[in-house]
C-alpha cells in the first residue's frame, strides 16, 4: 500500500540556518505530494503541494520538488526564522483513492534565536 | 476562505460518558470530510471518511460501533465517542472539502483534544 516516511525529529536548528527535511514515499500509479505544518496547539495548515513530477512546490520560503526517480520530497528552506518551529508533515495522496491523504509521521522543528 | 472549525477544542470526561464532537465548514459546503486521530508526538491516523448523507467509511481497525460519525448537512459532520475508555484520549482532527475548496484540497479544522478520566 501507499506510505511515508519523513526523516525522525526532533531536529534543532540556529536562526538562519539551512533546513531540509527528508520525505520519501511509495505508492502506486502518480500521487499527489503536501507538506502541512502543525503550529502548537493548533490544527495542519497546507505549506505546499505538487501534483506531478518535477513539480516544485513553494511557500513562505519553503520549497520541496517532486522526484519520480528517487520517489523523494523533500522540504528545504534556505534560512529558518524561529516562527518556523513547528511540526511538519510530510503526506499523499493516491490516485483515485477518494481524496485520503497518507501521512508521514511528523518532524518536529525547534528553531533557536 | 475554506474554515473548518471543531467544538470543542478540549474536552475531560469521565469513562464510560459519551462525548460528541462537531466539525464545521464555515464558508463552504464539505461534500466530504475526514476524520483523523493523533497521539502525541505521533502522526495523523485517518479514522473514517464521510460523505454528506451518507454511512461513513472507516478504515480498518477503526470500532464503527465506538465512534459513530454523521454527515447529516454539507456543513456540519460530528464524531461520537461511545462509552469512552482512557484509551481513547486522543487530539481528533477533522477535515472537509468540497466543490468551492481549492484544488479539491482538504482544510483542516483545530483539533479536539479527549482526555478520558
Known amino acids: 500500500g501507499n506510505s511515508v516516511t519523513q526523516m525522525e525529529g526532533p531536529v534543532t536548528l540556529s536562526e538562519e540556518a539551512f533546513l531540509t527535511i527528508n520525505c520519501t514515499y511509495t505508492?502506486?500509479?502518480?500521487?499527489?505530494l503536501f507538506w502541512y505544518v502543525q503550529y502548537p496547539g493548533e490544527g495542519l495548515q497546507l505549506l505546499l503541494k505538487?501534483?506531478?513530477?518535477?513539480d516544485k512546490g513553494s511557500n513562505k520560503g519553503f520549497e520541496a520538488t517532486y522526484r519520480k526517480e528517487t520517489t523523494s520530497f523533500h522540504l528545504e528552506k534556505g534560512s529558518v526564522q524561529v516562527s518556523d518551529s513547528a511540526v511538519y508533515f510530510c503526506?499523499?495522496?493516491?490516485?483515485?483513492?477518494?481524496?485520503?491523504?497518507?501521512f508521514g509521521q511528523g518532524t518536529e522543528l525547534s528553531v533557536k534565536p | 476562505g475554506a474554515v473548518v472549525s471543531q467544538h470543542p477544542s478540549w474536552v475531560i470526561c469521565k469513562s464510560g460518558t459519551s462525548v460528541k464532537i462537531e466539525c464545521r465548514s464555515l464558508?463552504?459546503?464539505?461534500?466530504?470530510m475526514f476524520w483523523y486521530r493523533q497521539f502525541p508526538k505521533q502522526s495523523l491516523m485517518l479514522m473514517a471518511t464521510?460523505?454528506?448523507?451518507?454511512?461513513?467509511?472507516?478504515e480498518q481497525g477503526v470500532e464503527k460501533d465506538k465512534f459513530l460519525i454523521n454527515h447529516a448537512s454539507l456543513t456540519l459532520s460530528t464524531l461520537t465517542v461511545t462509552s469512552a475508555h482512557p484509551e481513547d484520549s486522543s487530539f481528533y482532527i477533522c477535515?472537509?472539502?468540497?466543490?468551492?475548496?481549492?484544488?479539491?484540497?482538504?482544510?483542516f479544522g483545530p483539533g479536539t483534544r479527549l482526555t478520558v478520566t
Open positions: 477535515s472537509a472539502r468540497g466543490p468551492g475548496t481549492s484544488g479539491n484540497e482538504q482544510y
Open positions: 505508492a502506486t500509479g502518480y500521487p499527489s
Open positions: 505538487a501534483t506531478k513530477a518535477d
Open positions: 503526506a499523499l495522496r493516491g490516485y483515485n483513492q477518494g481524496g485520503k491523504l497518507i
Open positions: 464558508d463552504f459546503q464539505a461534500t466530504t
Open positions: 464521510s460523505n454528506e448523507g451518507s454511512k461513513a467509511t472507516y
